[in-house]
């Protein structure tokens, strides 16, 4: 027989492939396939439940052992109690041999590991965080009137332990708003200084923080996995020489001032879809405020754009025609903050910051779906603080003004002389009130009630010191609008010397649109009769009321 040839080189060898190659693959199929059906027959064999162990088997093996128990009154000899010692009976039973888990048959183990473990997202913070400060000129509360029968308060959606539901405002003891049992005296006002501090809360960035974090892992849970705002709290610093000196604002306090000095709340007009919903604002409401705080209703007029963010202004102007429900939920990119603070005092210069919680997504969760088991420690999440606010003024309630005079009035004062107006609080109706007063650079800007005279315009107005002196006067007072002149008249304007030792500048050009607002309020020449009580039809609005 001849012996056959064998060639190594490198056609022989793909063409044996070539011939062969198929060959093999259904060989490594095989072996594949037969492995598969050894682990499907051993799962079968190993996980298989024996016939003592079926249920029906095991009721019946109790059936019997409860009626053994039941006949035999008296145990047998040798399962009596020796004498020796309880504890050394028992101890054999105190750590029994727990044998080990059997071992696992080819393939019998999930195809699919845990994708990924659950790891603590990032906080973000408010984001740019603003604050604007005034005053406002709040109504006072009536007089508390006889008791009337008690009515039964209006259903009103309530949150955990009976508190407000997220969102709402708070409530007195009879179930209406803050101060509705006095009520609101419609001919008295009461000047209130504020800060109106607001901020934009990032709810689509959380959102997709809490998606990208949570989507592909193991353990999933669509409570947990979508953002939970807890509890927030604001400070502020006093900008001067303690700059630095960041204190909390008692939220508490906050709302007490909303229930005793308030006589109720201005109406809203921000479309739901720009505050955070109650599925998404979980704080406590007995202690922390809603993030869009209320405002207190004014005597006049409306809050207008103070009340709200520049970001949230702008995008709710761009949708006029959308309705109420502009701005959804699953569609606005912020939510907003709001916070009034009631509390400054006029002539200091504060600046804000805040800083809120969020619920822990991982709290109390087996650590076996956890990237690090410290994470399911922490009841709640902290985000970084927010930017601080740039420093804002309270204005005085003490304004000084100067207007032009007609020629004919000019003409009844001294050489030298000039007529200053001073708008304050009036102690008749809570309100604005201007006065008048006829003085000279060096005198004082107080105005003597006892002074008024029929026919005589040097002293006008109530009781008023501001203990101001004019220290220098520059330009005329005479109205000369009238005066045909190609050179407009230079202005008139006044330097005064403030009791603190600062300087106050006047001007007759800033103090026009003030004057022509208060107007109604300065008494006549006719011996400084009272201003005008506010509902008058010549009574117009307070600027410092409306802050637009």
Request: glycine share 8%; proline share 11%; aromatic share 6%.
């Amino acid at each position: 027989m001849k012996r056959p040839s064998i060639s190594l080189n490198q056609e022989a060898i793909v063409d044996f492939l070539l011939r062969h190659g198929e060959k093999f693959g259904v060989a490594v199929i095989g072996l594949a396939a037969l492995g598969l059906a050894w682990g499907g027959i051993e799962a079968v064999r190993s996980k298989s439940a024996s016939a003592q162990q079926r249920p029906e088997t095991i009721l019946r093996q109790a059936d019997e052992a409860t009626r053994h128990i039941e006949r035999e009154k008296t145990a047998p000899a040798g399962e009596k109690w020796s004498g020796q010692p309880l504890a050394t009976a028992i101890d054999p039973w105190r750590n029994p041999t727990v044998a080990g888990p059997p071992q696992l048959a080819l393939l019998d183990r999930p195809l699919f590991e845990e994708f990924a473990k659950r790891t603590q997202p990032d906080v973000f913070r408010i984001e740019e965080l603003q604050a604007v400060a005034g005053l406002a000129v709040l109504p006072s509360k009536a007089p508390a009137a006889e008791p009337a029968p008690p009515e039964r308060p209006r259903p009103r959606p309530r949150g955990r332990d009976g508190e407000p539901a997220a969102g709402e405002p708070p409530v007195d003891k009879a179930g209406g708003q803050p101060g509705a049992g006095a009520g609101a005296d419609p001919s008295r006002g009461r000047i209130a200084p504020y800060a109106v501090v607001t901020g934009l809360i990032p709810v689509a960035k959380q959102v997709a923080e809490y998606r990208r974090r949570f989507e592909s892992v193991g353990f999933q849970d669509a409570k947990r996995d979508m953002p939970l705002w807890a509890d927030w709290t604001i400070e502020r610093t006093v900008v001067g020489p303690e700059a630095d000196r960041w204190e909390p604002i008692d939220l508490v306090d906050a709302g007490r001032r909303w229930q005793t000095e308030w006589s109720g709340f201005a109406s809203e007009k921000v479309p739901d879809g720009y505050l955070l919903s109650a599925a998404e604002d979980k704080r406590n409401p007995r202690t922390t405020p809603p993030y869009c705080g209320p405002l207190p209703q004014l005597l006049r007029g409306s809050w207008g754009v103070t009340s709200l963010h520049p970001w949230v202004l702008e995008q709710v102007r761009q949708q006029p025609a959308a309705g109420p429900d502009a701005g959804s939920a699953g569609g606005a990119e912020f939510r907003l903050f709001r916070f009034i603070d009631t509390s400054v005092e006029p002539g200091k210069t504060y600046r804000y910051r805040v800083r809120f919680e969020m619920w822990n997504p991982n709290v109390n969760l087996p650590v076996q779906h956890l990237a690090n088991a410290a994470l399911a420690t922490p009841l709640k999440l902290t985000a970084p603080p927010s930017n601080e606010t740039a420093a804002v003024s309270v204005p005085d309630p003490t304004v000084v003004l100067v207007g032009p005079l007609r020629k004919a009035d000019m003409k009844k004062m001294k050489a030298g002389m000039l007529e200053v107006l001073v708008l304050a609080p009036s102690a008749r109706t809570g309100d604005y009130a201007l006065r008048g007063l006829v003085t000279e650079p060096g005198g004082f800007v107080n105005v003597d009630e006892k002074l008024n005279k029929p026919g005589d315009r040097r002293t006008r107005g109530e009781d008023f010191r501001t203990d101001r002196v004019i220290v220098d006067v520059r330009g005329r007072q005479e109205d000369r609008a009238d005066q045909r002149s190609s050179r407009p008249p230079e202005p008139f304007e006044l330097l005064c010397l403030r009791p603190d030792g600062g300087f106050e500048f006047v001007s007759a050009a800033d103090a026009e649109p003030v004057i022509a607002e208060h107007k109604a309020t300065l008494p006549a020449d006719d011996a400084g009769k009272g201003p005008a009580k506010p509902g008058q039809p010549d009574a117009a609005p307070s600027p410092f009321g409306s802050p637009f």
